[in-house]
């Protein structure tokens, strides 16, 4: 955890000692957690109320490699590189489980929430509604023309 409100002085405070051979990815904090993408190794759900002593509370091995993560309300969503983006309930942090996905065309690589939408980065950008989150459907995109190399 890094303390950065002096901007020009951000100061580590506490850190969470992964056993986790993967990377993190990708992170989102809501409330007191914060959803960490780490690969092959899934979503982690970390307790970080306490930011000097963060610790893992759940964790759910997507069938992908965990990319990019956001959460909305009771939800996770995943990206899950050539699994797609995947929907996470995370009502009870230390049991998360999959309630719905949708399999994108391209490996599902960063991901962000709005409202019912979800908007996964695949190469191409992909609007999925999710208002359901067990059937989430896909209702436009956008053709980037670069592939996901021009994602940054």
């Known amino acids: 955890m890094i303390d950065v409100s002096n901007p020009a002085n951000p100061q580590r405070v506490g850190g969470w000692?992964?056993?986790?051979?993967?990377?993190?990815?990708?992170?989102?904090?809501?409330?007191?957690?914060?959803?960490?993408?780490?690969?092959?190794?899934?979503l982690q759900v970390i307790n970080v109320s306490n930011?000097?002593?963060?610790?893992?509370?759940?964790?759910?091995?997507?069938?992908?490699?965990?990319?990019?993560v956001a959460v909305s309300g009771n939800y996770a969503y995943v990206a899950d590189d050539a699994a797609g983006l995947q929907v996470i309930d995370v009502s009870n942090p230390a049991n998360p489980r999959r309630v719905g996905g949708y399999n994108t065309s391209g490996d599902?690589?960063?991901?962000?929430?709005?409202?019912?939408?979800a908007y996964v980065a695949d190469g191409n950008l992909q609007v999925i509604d999710v208002s359901k989150p067990a059937n989430p459907q896909r209702v436009g995109g956008y053709d980037t023309s670069g592939g996901p190399g021009t994602w940054h």
Do not use: F, Q
Request: aromatic share 12%.
């Open 17 to 42: 000692a992964n056993e986790i051979a993967e990377w993190a990815l990708g992170v989102a904090v809501s409330g007191s957690y914060a959803y960490v993408a780490y690969g092959v190794a899934g």
């Open 51 to 68: 930011p000097a002593n963060p610790r893992r509370v759940g964790r759910y091995n997507t069938s992908g490699e965990s990319r990019g």
């Open 108 to 117: 599902a690589l960063g991901v962000a929430v709005s409202g019912n939408y």
